[in-house]
Every structure is written in structure tokens, then in C-alpha cells.
């Protein structure tokens, strides 16, 4: 994460995402892959992290082997070491009121302080907080943030980046289905369908048999009563626009259009959800069941823009939305693709946080003064245990390391001198890490840089387990032709014809 | 004269040696996973997937064997996974030393068919050794003695580590399974024991959750989250729009019934989803799919419906909640009625939301002897092996449960047995004398393995675990007679007595994996020749 300060320009600095797109073919660097995968989907943050964390651990552990430790014990001083460096982090950890606005800015902020987004400042990370505050739900004392349904981005190339914006409410890529319908409305009734406003044909197999004129006739006008019936019921309940997920036809159009109702049609149905919850409404199947009740009011404005040279549908100023859209604006595409991902760490950061409110200093600070806590606990430890709680204390370390590493100052030095700030007994000792763009020592506290708990925590767990479980092979055997044979990190790999 | 075939044959010694060979290249293979200190296996199959696991069955089953007697191997290591559900790895180590012995022994000129009747006897007299004088009560060892068995069984595994957080958490799993048979004996279904796997956080993080949980979210979003006091209804036909059976065409001939007929089949869903609403259903699971156009009753009547639940699923909820399994709401008149007896009850029914998927939880049902064990791990191979150890665990823990007695683990038993049938051979003045006490020495095969797993003096630690048993065997002091439970103690390489340190194995377990080791020994042991037929020749293709 805070690992390229320079800021990605090329392509994209989200760990999972450059694996992602690498294909491998050895199985420990395959789980190594689904490890980061793993951190994406829990916490969506310290996905490059937790890679070389868990890379750093197998090659501290190289010199064990030599010596001719038992894997098992490495595996089970590992894990004690895990048990360890949660409860320091745990430790130095504080917790921070949700209600903070500014507090949260601040550690979201650090944590996409890498990105390719860091250049327009605070502007993401606004971004990101209005959006999860705004699809956070506390129903009785259970938290719920579903960023993956309720908060969408929208991406519109053109304009400048400083025109995006949080939405209060919900926007999509539709217009209304007939150019003389209403395309601006205040306080509009809003009625949502999942049906197509035209007519269906039985799910039976059902014939026609006709055998005069006038029955073909009847038949044709028997299908324009239906349409008409439908949008009668419709109209019972004097709605100012309707929006349905299928489709609807034109006779459908020209009744609702005499009635001057606005309709958008084929919208897809994660869209009709987010704007049933800002607006209110039941989405309903068949017209002819419609209450009152299903008519969505709580939004105050409807107004459909063109953007670029597309037509946008904005419905905004809601009441208490619980969905919400960002808008994103930016040069091209690429651009705003990463940008996208920038913003979806950017809430995956925020939702940890609100969801569990307590911080450690990021810059490297929290994994130092782990490794000289374990390193201070290895010391009681007895038995041939220690030498590998030891290592996996100093493995820690590679995170200044690489940190330090990464912003092209003199490694060796900065890590030394930061270990000797942790080393001593003072209350501040905690807090000193690596400031990524001056490449020098700071307090955290007073460059605030903070991490949420949850992703650290996350990171620690993740990385040492998967270690834990490459340690432990022995044998690879495989069932891959022989020619692609290639040797195992462990062990030798045998052949599985017998 | 010999009779000509078509094909390869081997016969005699050949087909011993082969034999003896492949089975002993696949013990080879998992020897080293045996024991606290076995390491894993990973295993890449021809697509280049991925399984790392410690656990024989599993290892034997993923390796393409193409050796008849190997497979016969595979086939054992398959069979005490069914059977017990632990102990594979060993059953695999000890048959193939059965048979290098054995093999031996007919280089010696001794027939095959007197070390066959020699092993028989062998392990006839082991079985009775085990059940008379090895194996030890539950009751006399309290509930430490059943977490102890988990624990033994975990110990060998990834999550060996944690095996303390497991066990409690795997026995305390299986005891709420808990029920009373019709013989009056406590049975313990281990297939009401669900287990689910969910990517993230670590190991440590797993729960073991009182009542059942399905790998699904709520149809609709509207629906509520949770709902306490849930009447569950259980339906096995789909919700769409009803449509008339394939072949069966309606002919009309006015255009007017057409449109009714359009309305009737929306009409017969939705009658039906009234129906099961007015019985006072507010949690419907569904095994079909139920149409979007349903979905707006179910959210406005405040309950909550999931669809495509699994059959198997279904009938398991069906029974513990109370509720019946519906295939149709046909009642025997024909008509369509939707009874309140139906419906099942539960505590509470929600839906949590845990890593990156949405689960639903069934709490407090009716008949709950349900359990769910939810498994957290930092990738999907972990998930698989933490799965496969937690399911071995399951398994002893429920033989424990239901015969009620243990033996010592550590190589004791292997042991005593060992030092017992070697002085039982001495009275025996036959032929078999011989086969008896290979059978004895190929015993000591397990605790051997285990110190050499352990990176411990082998030969150091099996002299004075022998002389440990022989010393309780040959003497009536009581105090000698403790050490039958003497066995390894491989963390810090010596002997210990391992009733009292905890290692713990059910009977059951042992003597079975013995049985079969010693069948399937015999049975590659029978064997002399080896008839191969050359795959016949294509017919040749008339050339004009």
C-alpha cells in the first residue's frame, strides 16, 4: 500500500490488481496470489503488503532449514508469534469517534496517500467518506455498510476530476423513452415497475385458431385494451415518472405521455434497488396490485442532464438516502479506471472504520514496534522455539524496509535509527515510522498517519498462516506431464506414475 | 507346456517383488505426514490445481496410481476414511511393511499360505490384546479424555496450533448432536454437522454456531434481515408463473380466453404464495426458483424467501424445525390447500453478512440438534485441509462418544502389542511361529516412523518404549503395570506416559485400521501371477 510514494503513473499500485492480471503457474506462488485475494475481499486494503509480509516470513525461515529445525517447530513459534503481534497492535491502538468527520479523512487519506488520486488531495477521500456515510445503516446495534450494492460509481470521461462528486441520491446512464416527456421534475411521485409495459405473451402453449376476419382483428385489439388497462392502473395513482426494468412499448408510451408521466425503461435491476432506497418506493410486479404505499416520495428532484454526449438521469436532494452514486469525472478512461480503484480502497478503508473505530499509526511505525516487542518477548521464550520468533520479529521489518526502500533514501540507516527510536522506553517510542515523501522519521501522530486495526490485524493473521502452511509441505507431487516438471520449494517432486 | 496368451505375465517371486515395490512407493509417499510432527503434501493435478493436505485418504486419492497392487492401496486408505475417518495414513504405513515382511519371508521358502494363516492369527490375538488389556474406559477419564481425542487428532494437522480452540469447539459440536437411538444408545449423526468455509480472517476466528446456516442471501432486498419467532415453510416446487406441462397446447377460439388464460397463470402463483402466507409463514425456503413478480408478496407480507435452497439442504431444516417438505399443496381431493401443521418454527432467522458473502442463519429450531461449524483461513487450500482435519476430528470424536473407550496414542499400543505377539509366537511350535512375530515387528513400524518424523533418535527411543511394555507385561506390580501406557513423546524426544499427557485414540480406530491393514496385506500377499492381456488388435480394415 504505501509502497510506490512516487505514485503509480503506469498502470495501477493496487496489489491485487497487478496479480490478478499475472498468471502463474507454481503452486505456492498460486497461494500466494489467493492471499491477497483473501485480504481484498475481507478488508479491501494491505493487499501488497500482506504479500511481502508473507513472502519476508518463508525467507527468514530459509536458515532453519539448514540448521535442521523441525518445520514444526518454525510453524508453531510462527503462530505464537502471530498471537503476539495481534495483542501489541491491539495495544498501541486507539479508537476514534465515528462521528469525526475530520479524523476519518485523515486515515483514509494516509492509506491512499500512494495512489495516483494523492495528486487532488482530499478530494477522493471526501468522496469516499460522503459515500459510506451515507449507506451506513445502524439497526439496532448491528453496523451494516454494503458498499458493493448500495454505492455505485459512475463513470463519465470528460470534464475535470474536481467535478466528481458524491450524489444525494442516485444517478444512471438512461433517458426517458420519449423526447416530449417531462425531463425536469421537483418533488416527483415516483413509481418503480419490474415489468414490461407491454403486452406478454402465456407461458402455456396456447394456439389461435381463427377462422374469420374480424376475429384477427379482435385479437389485435384485445392486445392494445391490455396495454391500455395496464397503464390505466398506472395512472390511478398519478405518478410523475415511472421506471421499469423491461420494456415498454409505444402504445404504452403514448398513453403515459397524454397523462405527462416521464418513463425510462430497461434500467438494470441493482439500479432499481438503489433508487427503491433513496426514493422510498416498493418496486412492484403487476400494476393492477399497486398501493399508495409503493409510491416513492422522499426524493425532491428529478432532472435527466446531458453529460458529455450521453443523457443522464439524476434523481438527487433525497431525504435520508441509504444508496447513494458517485459521479466520477476525468480525462480517459484509464484514468478513471484507476481512479475507481483508488476510490473503492479509499471506502473499503472507510467502512473498516466505521465498522470498528480503532487506528495504529501507519508508515511502517506499527510493524516496528512489533518486531521489537516479539523480539523482547523471544527472550522468555525457551527452548529451540525461540530462534524462529525471533526471525518472524524480524521479518516485520521488511515493511519499513521496503517502505524506506521505496522512497530512495539510504535504507540501512533509516531502518537502524528507527529501530533505535523503538527501542527506547519512552511513551512516544510507538509512534515513529517512515514519512514516505520526505523519506525521514516522523511521529505519525503529528504527520497523521494512520491505518485502520482491521486491515493490519487482517494482514498479520493472512500473511503468517499462509507461511505457516507452505512451511509445512514436504513432498510435492505432481501431476503435471514430465517435461514441465520443475522443482519444488521444499521438497522434491515425485513422480505419481507407480 | 505352457498355455500361450496374448499379453505380458508375470508369475512367482517376479510379481511379489513388483507388488511389494509399488506398495511400498506409495507408503513412501505419505510416511512422512504420520504423526505431530508429519509434514503436508502438496498436489498439483494435470490442470495445474492445487491441494496441500496431511490427511492419507486425501493425498492417495488425488495421485493417479496405476499399479494394481498399489491401488489396492489407495483403495484401503479410502476404506478407513469411510469406515473410521482417521487413522489413513497409518493403515497404508503398516500394510505395506506387512508385506515387505511377509515377502521376506517367502524368500526364506516359507508359503505364502502359513504367513497368511500366521498374520490371521496375529491379528486375531491383537484385537482380543486391545480390547482386554489396552483399551481404557471414557467414563474412568472424564471429559478431558473426548477434547484429548480431538486434540490427538488435530495435533497431526495444519491447525495443530490451534487444536485446543478446535477441539473444544468440535466436541462441543458433536455432543449437542447428539440423540438417543432406538436401541437406547446415543447416536451421534455427524451429518448434522454442517461445515462451512469462508475465506478471511484467520483460523482462530472459526465459530461453531448452534443451528444451521445456508451459503445464500435473502431473494429480495427488500426483505428483512432477521425475523425472530420464524414459521419456516419448506417448498419443493418452483414460484414462477405457471406454465402448463411440456406438450400440452390450449386451443383457443376466442381471443378473449386468451387473455385469461395470461391472468390465470399469474393468478395460480400467486393463490399459491397466499396461501402459504395466510398459514402464518413469515421464512420461506424454497429448492426451485421463485419469479421476480412473487418476490413483491413475500416483501410486502415482511418475510423473507430463499430461493434455490439445496434439496439436501431443505430436508435437513424440514426435519429439525418441524416443518414438512412439500412437493405440491395438493391435499387428496385435488384440491390446493396450504396446512398451518406444515410449517416449522424457529428462533430466529437471519442473515449475517461474513467476509465477502452473505449467509443465512436458522437459530433455535424445534428438534435443533443442528450444528454448524463455520471455518475461516487466509486462502482457499487452508479452507480445504482446515475442512478435511475438522471432518477427521468429527469422526473420532463421534467413535469416542459412541463406543466409549480409547486407547493410548504415541505408539503405545503398537508397542505392547508388538512386545505381547513376539512372546505369544514363542509358544506356538509351528510354522506360524515365524509369520507371528514378522507380524509383531512390523507393528513397531508406526512408532518408528513417528520419531523419525520428529527428527528423533529412533533406535534410542524404541528400545526404552519396549522395555517400558515388556517391563509391565512380564510383571504383576502394579506399578509396572502403568507403563503399558508409556509412549512417545515426540516434542521433546523421550518417553512419557501418554494416558496422562492426553494422547488419545479411540479403539474402534486402531482396531480396524489393523484389520484392514492385515486384509489388504493377505490379499496382494495371495497373489503369484499376474496376467496382463495385450489390448486386442484393431481389425484390419479391408484394403479396396
Known amino acids: 500500500m504505501l509502497l510506490d510514494p512516487m505514485g503509480g503513473i503506469v498502470m495501477t499500485n493496487d496489489g491485487n490488481a497487478i496479480l490478478r492480471e499475472i498468471d502463474v503457474k507454481h503452486p505456492a506462488a498460486k497461494s500466494m496470489i489467493e492471499l491477497s485475494r483473501t485480504q481484498d475481499d475481507e478488508v479491501g486494503d494491505g493487499t501488497t503488503s500482506v504479500i511481502i509480509l508473507a513472502g519476508e516470513l518463508m525467507t527468514v525461515s530459509e536458515p532453519f532449514f539448514t540448521m535442521k529445525i523441525h518445520p514444526i517447530i518454525i510453524v508453531s513459534s510462527y503462530f505464537k508469534a502471530m498471537d503476539h503481534a495481534l495483542k501489541v497492535a491491539e495495544k498501541i491502538a486507539r479508537e476514534i469517534s465515528v462521528e469525526n468527520h475530520e479524523e476519518i479523512a485523515d486515515v483514509i487519506h494516509s492509506c491512499i496517500g500512494t495512489k495516483f488520486s494523492s495528486r487532488w488531495g482530499s478530494l477522493i477521500v471526501d468522496l469516499a467518506v460522503q459515500a459510506v456515510k451515507a449507506v451506513f445503516i445502524n439497526k439496532n446495534g448491528k453496523k451494516e455498510v454494503d458498499i458493493k450494492r448500495y454505492a455505485k460509481v459512475e463513470k463519465i470521461p470528460g470534464g475535470n476530476l474536481e467535478d466528481s462528486r458524491v450524489l444525494n441520491g442516485v444517478m444512471f446512464n438512461k433517458d426517458v423513452t420519449h423526447p416530449k416527456m417531462r425531463r425536469f421534475i421537483q418533488n416527483p411521485r415516483i413509481m418503480l415497475l419490474d415489468c414490461p409495459l407491454e403486452y406478454k405473451k402465456a407461458e402455456s402453449m396456447t394456439n389461435v385458431e381463427m377462422t374469420k376476419e374480424e376475429d384477427f382483428a379482435e385479437i389485435l385489439r384485445q392486445e392494445e385494451e391490455e396495454v391500455c388497462k395496464l397503464c390505466q392502473a398506472i395512472m390511478k395513482f398519478n405518478p410523475d415518472i415511472v421506471i421499469t426494468e423491461k420494456g415498454v412499448s409505444d402504445i404504452a408510451q403514448h398513453f403515459l405521455l397524454k397523462q405527462n408521466i416521464s418513463v425510462i425503461r430497461r434500467i438494470r435491476k441493482t439500479d432499481n434497488n438503489r433508487i427503491a432506497r433513496v426514493s422510498g418506493a416498493t418496486i412492484v410486479n403487476r400494476p393492477e396490485e399497486l398501493q399508495e404505499s409503493d409510491i416513492g416520495t422522499k426524493c425532491k428532484r428529478f432532472e435527466i442532464k446531458l453529460v458529455g454526449d450521453e443523457y443522464y438521469t439524476f434523481m438527487e436532494e433525497c431525504e435520508e438516502p441509504k444508496a447513494c452514486s458517485i459521479l466520477l469525472r476525468g480525462g480517459t478512461k484509464d484514468v478513471l479506471n484507476e481512479i475507481e480503484r483508488n476510490l473503492q480502497d479509499a471506502m473499503s478503508v472507510a467502512r473498516n472504520i466505521i465498522l470498528d473505530p480503532k487506528l495504529v499509526p501507519g508508515g511502517g511505525a506499527v510493524e516496528m514496534h512489533v518486531a521489537t516487542e516479539l523480539t523482547k518477548i523471544a527472550n522468555t521464550i525457551e527452548g529451540i522455539e525461540q530462534w524462529p520468533f525471533l526471525a518472524a520479529a524480524t521479518a516485520f521489518e521488511v515493511i519499513p524496509r521496503t517502505l524506506a526502500q521505496n522512497c530512495g533514501c539510504n535504507v540501512i540507516r533509516i531502518v537502524t535509527e528507527l529501530r533505535s527510536k523503538h527501542a527506547e522506553d519512552s511513551k512516544d517510542a510507538p509512534y515513529w515510522g517512515i514519512d514516505g515523501n520526505e523519506g525521514k522519521l516522523a511521529d505519525m501522530r503529528v504527520i497523521k498517519i494512520w491505518e485502520p486495526l482491521v486491515v493490519k490485524k487482517q494482514t498479520f493473521k493472512t500473511a503468517i498462516e499462509s507461511a505457516a502452511m507452505l512451511l509445512r509441505i514436504d513432498n510435492v507431487v505432481s501431476g503435471i506431464s514430465k517435461k514441465e516438471k520443475k522443482q519444488g520449494p521444499a521438497g522434491n517432486i515425485e513422480d505419481a506414475e507407480i | ?544
Open chain 2, 1 to 544: 507346456m505352457s498355455v500361450s496368451i496374448l499379453g505380458s505375465r508375470e508369475s512367482g517371486q517376479n510379481i511379489r517383488d513388483t507388488n511389494v515395490r509399488a506398495v511400498q512407493a506409495v507408503a513412501n509417499i505419505v510416511k512422512s505426514s504420520l504423526g505431530p510432527n508429519g509434514l503436508d503434501k502438496m498436489l498439483v493435478d494435470e490442470i495445474g490445481d492445487v491441494v496441500i493436505s496431511n490427511d492419507g485418504a486425501t493425498i492417495l486419492r488425488s495421485l493417479e496410481v496405476q499399479h494394481p497392487a498399489a491401488k489396492v492401496l489407495v483403495e484401503l486408505s479410502r476404506l478407513q476414511d469411510q469406515e473410521v475417518g482417521d487413522g489413513t495414513t497409518s493403515v497404508v504405513i503398516v500394510a505395506a511393511e506387512l508385506l515387505k515382511r511377509a515377502n521376506d519371508l517367502v524368500k526364506y521358502k516359507i508359503h505364502p499360505t502359513t504367513i497368511i494363516a500366521g498374520f490371521r492369527l496375529a491379528m486375531k490375538e491383537s484385537i482380543q490384546y486391545i480390547k482386554d488389556y489396552l483399551s481404557v474406559k471414557t467414563e474412568s477419564l472424564g471429559k478431558d479424555a473426548i477434547l484429548n481425542v480431538a486434540k490427538t487428532s488435530l495435533n497431526s494437522k495444519l491447525i495443530g496450533a490451534e487444536s485446543d480452540h478446535f477441539a473444544s469447539m468440535i466436541v462441543n459440536c458433536v455432543e449437542a448432536v447428539g440423540v438417543m437411538g432406538a436401541s437406547k444408545e446415543m447416536k451421534y449423526p455427524i451429518k448434522s454437522i454442517k461445515v462451512l468455509k469462508c475465506i478471511g480472517q484467520s483460523a482462530k476466528e472459526s465459530v461453531h454456531l448452534n443451528g444451521f446456516a445456508l451459503m445464500t442471501g435473502r431473494t429480495a432486498q427488500g426483505m428483512p434481515t432477521s425475523i425472530k419467532n420464524a414459521r419456516i415453510a419448506c417448498l419443493d416446487f418452483n414460484l414462477n408463473k405457471f406454465k402448463l406441462q411440456m406438450g400440452a397446447q390450449v386451443l383457443v377460439n376466442d381471443a378473449k380466453n386468451l387473455e385469461k388464460i395470461r391472468l390465470r397463470e399469474l393468478e395460480i402463483t400467486k393463490e399459491r404464495i397466499e396461501k402459504v402466507l395466510k398459514a402464518g409463514a413469515n421464512v420461506i425456503f424454497a429448492t426451485k426458483a421463485i419469479d421476480d413478480f412473487a418476490l413483491k408478496y413475500f416483501v410486502e407480507a415482511g418475510a423473507i424467501a430463499v430461493r434455490r435452497v439445496d434439496k439436501k439442504d431443505i430436508r435437513k431444516i424440514a426435519k429439525q424445525c418441524g416443518a414438512e417438505v412439500l412437493i405440491t399443496l395438493m391435499n387428496n381431493e385435488g384440491e390446493e390447500v396450504f396446512n398451518e401443521s406444515s410449517l416449522g418454527s424457529a428462533e430466529e432467522v437471519s442473515e449475517e453478512r461474513l467476509g465477502d458473502n452473505d449467509f443465512i442463519f436458522i437459530k433455535g429450531m424445534k428438534h435443533s440438534s443442528s450444528q454448524t461449524l463455520i471455518l475461516r483461513g487466509a486462502n482457499e487450500f487452508m479452507l480445504d485441509e482446515i475442512e478435511r482435519s475438522v471432518h477427521d476430528a468429527i469422526c473420532v470424536v463421534k467413535r469416542v462418544l459412541e463406543s466409549k473407550s480409547v486407547v493410548v496414542g504415541g505408539g503405545a499400543v503398537e508397542t505392547a502389542l508388538s512386545i505381547y505377539l513376539d512372546s505369544f509366537a514363542r509358544t506356538l511350535g509351528s510354522k506360524e511361529q515365524l509369520a507371528i512375530s514378522e507380524f509383531a515387528e512390523s507393528l513397531l513400524v508406526i512408532p518408528k516412523t513417528l520419531a523419525i518424523n520428529a527428527a528423533q533418535d529412533a533406535c534410542d527411543l524404541l528400545a526404552k518404549l519396549k522395555m517400558y511394555h515388556s517391563a509391565s507385561q512380564n510383571s504383576s506390580d502394579e506399578k509396572k503395570q502403568e507403563y503399558k501406557y508409556v509412549g512417545l513423546d515426540l516434542a521433546n524426544g523421550k518417553v512419557r506416559n501418554n494416558l496422562k499427557a492426553g494422547v488419545l485414540e479411540p479403539t474402534i480406530s486402531k482396531i480396524k485400521s489393523l484389520k484392514f491393514a492385515t486384509e489388504a496385506a493377505i490379499s496382494i500377499l495371495r497373489i503369484d501371477d499376474l496376467i496382463e492381456l495385450a489390448p486386442k488388435p484393431e481389425k484390419e480394415r479391408d484394403g479396396h
